[in-house]
């Protein structure tokens, strides 16, 4: 098999189109580039020197969204038309993009690796969006072909070799077993929830003969199976780190490998988190890897690690004692179990953020699977953005198939959705990062009946600084200045996701754009109107603002795309430009 057969050049052509497309309305968005308007729907952006001109047409939408039609994408200088470039495009535009000296080369290659995805992907099955939207889980997890909406360079993936790329992306589709290490107990800490203790937890999840036969391997290197804990570890992550940089934590035994487990799993579309095929209800395995992916090194924190179940029980215990998300039959999917390891050598070297205490931790997180009913099926949010090589869309597939009013169908996805997040918001101060990955929808004839949020230790913050929290729980406080803490829905969910749904479906002349609007604000109003109690907080917090500060998300990355965020100061590493006119607003 030649492992580069995807990239010809008709498909690499296709990808720096599209990727171009993307960073024309994205940058744009972002007030990087401002096109100059042509007339209609005409415009062109010219490079830093002004030699170079990118001519397209766009559709305009709320949100100062840019609906760019990528056929429509020509490239000029001097008179002549040259091919599309994405590489060429970032140089050309190096200055309006803030990229320095040191960034540059390696956002090149992040881009570089996402228009290979981009090949990749175009060389798959073409299969219709009306189709996709009734598979199963897992086919709708690895049929997606545009990854985060927003991030121009969204499949950087810097670590992964060819060969690797076809063993673990997540379109790849290719089973993995994981590696599985016995780790010291006198570095290594196993956390879990309420009711879960280590042996019946880990001989659940690989099965009486696994854990035997591995216990017999140390015992036949004279070492003792109760003196270790089990560590499931991404192959990518013993083979091209932990072999070589843990090293000497090998040789003194610390750390023996054990091989293979037996159960095959699947990449999610966050690359290191993995569902079990062979019995979709066992716990998921997140991994920590050592690869630069949208903004950060991949890597799983052992001292973050030791909170995470205490975190996800305290979570679960009050959603299940909330009337507003009982009745929503919203749901988490919780982080049951975590072990990490502690390298106390690069500790001694190293701040809490460095990528090498990340290095080998992992955490099992409950599956959905069990938890729907006959005729149910499951799906990522992030679907619902997916539109097939006829630009007909998921999100419209499951109107048709619901035979709901289109606006009906989108209300009860905010109900499912969006509720949710308004409430813990205003009754409890709590944020999520309930971006499309994050969020999986459960679906039943074309319907979506209720939403599930997993990803919770590292992505939930409460922001209200006298919050009576539990000591294990602490560190999910931050302080959000006033003014910035209702751009955890502005952003995340109004910018980050509603944008690319209102315009999908606007364009696809599924759901005017007014309509689409006016249906978000109905949601809204009707939850306010349930909770008057709560009634100053919704004035504090305006959710019918005239407008709300633009948070860029590509302005991190293109300013150091290694560590885009701060962990410890969320909110300081914000890139605050103007203003969007809140589409809501009209509506109050």
């Not at 001109?53 to 001097?78: M, N």
């Not at 940089?245 to 699947?266: H, M, N």
Request: with cysteine; hydrophobic share 45%.
């Amino acid at each position: 098999m030649n492992p580069v057969a995807h990239l010809t050049p008709d498909r690499w052509a296709h990808a720096n189109r599209l990727l171009i497309r993307k960073g024309l309305a994205e940058f744009t968005h972002e007030r990087l580039l401002t096109p100059e308007h042509l007339g209609g729907d005409d415009y062109r952006v010219l490079s830093d020197d002004g030699t170079t001109e990118y001519r397209f047409t766009s559709e305009r939408f709320a949100l100062d969204h840019w609906q760019v039609d990528p056929a429509s994408i020509s490239r000029h200088r001097d008179g002549e038309e040259l091919p599309l470039d994405a590489l060429r495009f970032v140089i050309e535009l190096r200055g309006s993009l803030g990229l320095s000296d040191e960034i540059l080369p390696v956002y090149l290659e992040e881009i570089s690796s996402t228009l290979s995805g981009t090949a990749y992907k175009s060389t798959k099955p073409r299969v219709p969006a009306a189709e996709l939207a009734k598979a199963d889980f897992q086919a709708v997890e690895t049929g997606m072909t545009e990854g985060h909406p927003c991030f121009v360079a969204n499949n950087g993936r810097l670590g992964f070799g060819i060969d690797e790329y076809h063993a673990y992306a997540p379109e790849a589709a290719s089973p993995v077993r994981l590696i599985w290490l016995a780790a010291h107990r006198d570095r290594t800490t196993f956390t879990a929830g309420a009711g879960i203790d280590y042996e019946t937890f880990v001989r659940a999840e690989l099965g009486d003969a696994a854990v035997d036969g591995f216990a017999k391997t140390l015992a036949d290197r004279g070492l003792d199976f109760a003196d270790y804990l089990l560590v499931p570890v991404h192959p990518w992550q013993w083979w091209n780190k932990l072999s070589v940089t843990f090293a000497a934590e090998i040789a003194q035994q610390r750390l023996v490998f054990l091989g293979e487990g037996d159960d095959r799993y699947l990449a999610q579309q966050s690359i290191r988190t993995f569902f079990n095929t062979n019995d979709p209800s066992k716990h998921y395995v997140k991994t920590a890897i050592s690869v630069l992916n949208m903004g950060f090194m991949r890597g799983l924190s052992a001292a973050y690690m030791e909170a995470t179940p205490a975190i996800n029980d305290w979570l679960a215990h009050l959603i299940d004692h909330d009337d507003v998300l009982r009745a929503a039959r919203f749901s988490i999917i919780r982080e049951r179990a975590a072990v990490g390891y502690r390298h106390l050598e690069y500790e001694a070297a190293t701040d809490r953020y460095s990528p090498y205490r990340k290095m080998l931790a992992a955490l099992w997180r409950e599956s959905p699977v069990p938890t729907i009913e006959d005729g149910q099926r499951l799906a990522t949010m992030a679907s619902l953005l997916h539109t097939d090589h006829e630009g007909a869309s998921f999100a419209g597939a499951l109107i048709a198939e619901s035979g709901l009013a289109p606006t009906e169908w989108l209300r009860r996805y905010l109900d499912a959705y969006l509720l949710p997040i308004l409430h813990t918001f205003y009754a409890y101060d709590l944020v999520w990062m309930p971006h499309g990955e994050n969020v999986i929808l459960v679906i039943e004839d074309g319907a979506v009946q209720r939403a599930i949020f997993k990803d919770i230790a590292e992505e939930i913050a409460v922001m209200d600084p006298d919050a009576v929290l539990p000591p294990a729980v602490e560190r999910i406080r931050v302080d959000v200045p006033d003014d910035t803490k209702l751009l955890s829905v502005f952003t995340d969910v109004f910018d980050c996701f509603f944008r690319f749904l209102g315009a999908t479906l606007a364009a696809e002349g599924v759901v005017g754009e007014d309509d689409f609007w006016r249906t978000v604000a109905e949601c809204v109003k009707a939850y306010q109107e349930s909770k008057p109690e709560l009634a100053d907080k919704f004035a504090q917090y305006d959710m019918f603002a005239d407008e709300f500060t633009l948070s860029c998300l590509n302005r991190l990355q293109l300013r150091n795309n290694k560590q885009m965020v701060d962990l410890s100061d969320p909110s300081g590493a914000l890139q605050l430009v103007g203003t969007l006119a809140n589409p809501i607003a009209r509506f109050a």
